[in-house]
């Protein structure tokens, strides 16, 4: 089955870093754009960065440039975020996320996301 | 390229028709998804492309428009609907715009 699975979260002081993981399976990673989307407690989704499938091509949202750093390493078909600097508005669950091949234009695999807390 | 929603909730019963609206500020051609997220779930895809259905989705959900304007139907909404719904642009490729969201209630 074609899965993706994130780890890392935690809690966090402000401040802080973190890195988080995405771990994907059952589909050739290497070969997918992918994303990292985060969702705040009780808002909606807001996207965050982007990693074109060679890491050729990197873009971030501007509430995150300059803190967050996106990575991939297609050899472990693995997917990270470093956070640095973190701040309270930060506190989401976050979720990495397909570009699908035949789906343009939409997310067609999503992680089920693990949360990040950033608190004193 | 801001989007928004319309309406931010709505009430239904199941066997109901809901039409959900997204707008964006600027035309974005048929570069629009919507998402289906439900508690403490990551979001589904539905639709692409405007008016595509992801494979696996029911056909009683529906995409529909181009430029600033596009619509999610629903027909004949089952328990299983009920959820948040998001459009999505994608016209800015990759920097993705998400909608506010909009969140059906039984």
């Known amino acids: 089955d074609v899965d993706l699975v994130e780890s890392g979260g935690g809690l966090v002081h402000p401040g802080g870093s973190l890195r988080l993981s995405c771990a994907a399976s059952g589909f050739s990673f290497s070969t997918y754009s992918m994303n990292w989307v985060r969702q705040a407690p009780g808002k909606g989704l807001e996207w965050i960065s982007y990693?074109?499938?060679?890491?050729?091509?990197?873009y971030y949202a501007e509430s995150v440039k300059g803190r967050f750093t996106v990575s991939r390493d297609n050899a472990k078909n693995s997917l990270f975020l470093q956070m640095k600097s973190l701040r309270d508005e930060d506190t989401a669950v976050y979720y990495c996320?397909?570009?699908?091949?035949?789906?343009?234009?939409?997310?067609?695999?999503w992680g089920h996301g693990t949360t990040v807390t950033v608190s004193s | 390229i801001q989007m928004t929603q319309s309406p931010s909730s709505v009430s239904a019963s199941v066997g109901d028709r809901v039409t959900i609206t997204c707008r964006a500020s600027q035309g974005v051609g048929s570069w629009l998804a919507w998402y289906q997220q439900k508690p403490g779930k990551a979001p589904k895809l539905l639709i692409y492309?405007?008016?595509s259905l992801q494979s696996g989705v029911p056909s009683r959900f529906s995409g529909n428009g181009s430029g600033t304007d596009f619509t999610l139907t629903i027909n004949n909404l089952q328990p299983d609907d009920f959820a948040t719904y998001y459009c999505?642009?994608?016209?800015?490729?990759?920097?993705?715009?998400f909608g506010p969201g909009t969140k059906v209630n039984i």
């Open positions: 996320a397909r570009n699908g091949s035949e789906t343009p234009g939409g997310m067609d695999v």
């Open positions: 999505q642009q994608s016209n800015s490729f990759p920097r993705i715009v």
């Open positions: 990693i074109s499938d060679s890491s050729a091509t990197i």
């Open positions: 492309g405007a008016s």
